[in-house]
């Protein structure tokens, strides 16, 4: 099975590239999501990061409370650092044991969608890097339009992360998501059609 490194900057449009290459066939491992599911509620995951931060950021269900979460780490690369060092390696291990589910499964190729693929050290799970890049003013833009963030709390944000320009040398493909949607869906469809051909031979 062929393995996809999906990464991207936050607000770059990976969720977008990503929902392409399933509608092409792709099976996709949403790394977010397998993180949240391993910090439900009273799981070994979501007690070590109460330990760690306290119940403050926790809402009344015992879910985390996201925002509050957010402003203890994001202008604290320590808390940060700590955070991933909690959850990362659980995330790892499911990922694989997703990536076995679909091989015996005979999917052909998988996506790996994951924002920290290079920071959590994830790349050597991948047979090849997609990296969706956009120049930074679009990723304030969008973030300042989509979470309602003040150009300040989306600077913070990508400040937190590893800058695109960084990741472009980690890349083996990468994808301008600067224009519009339907330029991205042209390109994406034009990479997977190359990938078939690539594979195949």
């Known amino acids: ?14 969720s977008t590239v990503s929902q392409v290459l399933h509608e092409l066939g792709a099976a996709i ?21 109460v330990d760690k931060f306290g119940r403050e950021i926790l809402q009344e269900d015992e879910r985390f409370d996201r ?6 780490v994001f202008n604290n690369p320590e808390a940060l650092q700590m955070l991933n060092g909690i959850v990362h390696p659980g995330v790892i291990e499911r990922s694989y044991e997703m990536i076995s589910e ?21 790349t050597s799970m991948a047979d090849e890097i997609w990296l969706v890049a956009v120049p930074e003013e679009v990723q304030i833009t969008r973030l300042m339009a989509r979470n309602g963030f003040t150009r300040e709390e989306a600077l913070a944000r990508l400040q937190s992360q590893m800058p695109l320009k960084d990741k472009r040398s980690y890349a083996d493909i990468i994808i301008d ?9 042209q390109m994406v469809v034009i990479l997977w059609k190359e990938l078939l051909h690539r594979i195949a031979v």
């Open 29 to 49: 491992i949403d790394v977010d999501q397998v993180a949240k599911d391993l910090q439900q509620p009273h799981t070994k995951v979501w007690q070590n990061i």
């Open 177 to 185: 998501n600067s224009g519009s949607m339907e330029e991205t869906r």
């Open 1 to 14: 099975m062929f393995i996809i490194g999906l990464t991207g900057g936050i607000a770059s449009g990976k």
């Open 67 to 72: 925002k509050a979460l957010g402003q203890v």
């Open 102 to 122: 679909l091989e015996r499964d005979g999917q052909n190729v998988a996506v790996l969608d994951v924002p920290l693929l290079i920071e959590a050290k994830m």
